[in-house]
């Protein structure tokens, strides 16, 4: 019994990890992930990144919303400043320096391309009296809010629904003095 059982256990080390699953194959060296766009599959390619910090990550990205720089990797939980700055070279945020790893280590930070701005509307802003329901306005409607441009009225509709105020927190880049510009000017209607 205690043979069949030893010979089992060899054999398990021997061929075992045949049977698990692998990521494909880690980022080429020059390569660089946009942390906002990725999903779990690519994140699991990038050196460091396991299984239960992918979904870290995901989860902090669908809660808070898109990171606007590498250092709110922080903020996700079991990640501090030594895993971030190990995640630096295979990790960015669009507008954001990218590292680009080498061999030994990185060789320079290059500016991301980008991306070309969305059209903001030529509404003008609501008047004092005037109010908008967050759930169903539609983004150019969102523009008119006080701080409001196009990216920011498209991670809202995005985040939708909402049932107070504060639950415009999990949209990134809106903070405690941007709620209070907008709090005189939203309705929370039921989006149904």
Not at 9 to 22: H, P
Request: net charge positive; hydrophobic share 40%.
């Amino acid at each position: 019994m205690c043979l069949a059982l030893f010979c089992g256990l060899l054999l398990y080390r021997a061929y075992g990890s045949q049977f698990t699953t692998k990521p494909s194959q880690h980022l080429a060296a020059a390569s660089s992930l946009n942390v906002n766009a990725a999903d779990r599959t690519e994140l699991l390619q990038v050196p460091g990144v396991g299984p239960s910090l992918a979904d870290a990550i995901l989860s902090h990205r669908s809660t808070f919303g898109p990171f606007t720089s590498l250092d709110e990797l922080d903020g996700v939980k079991g990640v501090g400043g030594k895993t971030v700055d190990k995640l630096r070279p295979w990790l960015h945020v669009d507008g954001q320096p990218v590292a680009r790893a080498q061999a030994g280590g990185v060789e320079k930070l290059e500016r991301d391309p980008k991306p070309l701005p969305l059209p903001s509307v030529g509404a003008k802003k609501l008047g004092p009296n005037e109010s908008i329901n967050v759930n169903t306005a539609p983004v150019a409607e969102l523009q008119r809010l006080p701080g409001i441009g196009p990216k920011l009225a498209e991670r809202i509709v995005e985040a939708r629904p909402f049932k107070i105020i504060e639950d415009l927190r999990r949209v990134g880049g809106i903070g405690v003095k941007t709620l209070e510009k907008l709090r005189p000017h939203l309705r929370f209607a039921d989006p149904r």
